[in-house]
């Protein structure tokens, strides 16, 4: 009996992928606003109880979430929620931004199974704490701490 390993990793690829939205596989596939931007207005890095980390660089015009990318080391899941979470954030308010919740993620990305859920919460916690950083960075710049 032939044993095609190839075959037999496809299949089990297929499988695996099976569980996930198109949406999910789009952007696990081809993630949207990878990498990090040089002088960010703000930034974080967060590493989820996994041990997945993801980073987050936002630049801020008059209020609005001008430019916003990420970088992670994690699953596939995580890579489409840190996408889609830039993605959502793009052109938003820093209110607007402040207020995308998981379930915002979630829905937009067509859901994720349970034990991925948390690759959702991660995003979008790192996108919040980019954004309060970029609040301490201008509270401190506004006192002549550091310059802007
Ligand atoms: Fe931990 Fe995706 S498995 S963030």
Redesign the pocket.
């Known amino acids: 009996m032939d044993f095609d390993l190839d075959k037999l990793a496809a299949e089990l690829q297929k499988e695996v992928w099976a569980q996930f939205s198109e949406v999910v596989i789009d952007h696990a596939n081809n993630p949207r606003n990878v990498g990090s931007i040089e002088n960010p207005d703000g930034y974080a890095s967060i590493t ?1 109880q ?3 980390n ?1 980073q987050i660089w936002v630049k801020i015009v008059d209020g609005v979430v001008g430019e916003v990318t990420f970088w992670t080391d ?2 596939g ?2 890579i489409a ?1 840190g996408s889609m979470v830039t993605e959502m954030a793009k052109g938003r308010t820093i209110k607007e931004a402040l207020a995308l919740s998981p379930r915002d993620v979630l829905e937009a990305l067509g859901g994720l199974p349970e034990e ?1 859920v ?2 959702a919460f ?1 995003a979008v916690n790192t996108l919040h704490e980019a954004i309060k950083n970029y609040f301490k960075k201008r509270e401190l710049e506004q006192r002549g701490w550091v310059r802007g």
């Open positions: 989820g996994c041990g997945d993801m994690g699953c899941p995580t929620a991925h948390h690759c991660l």
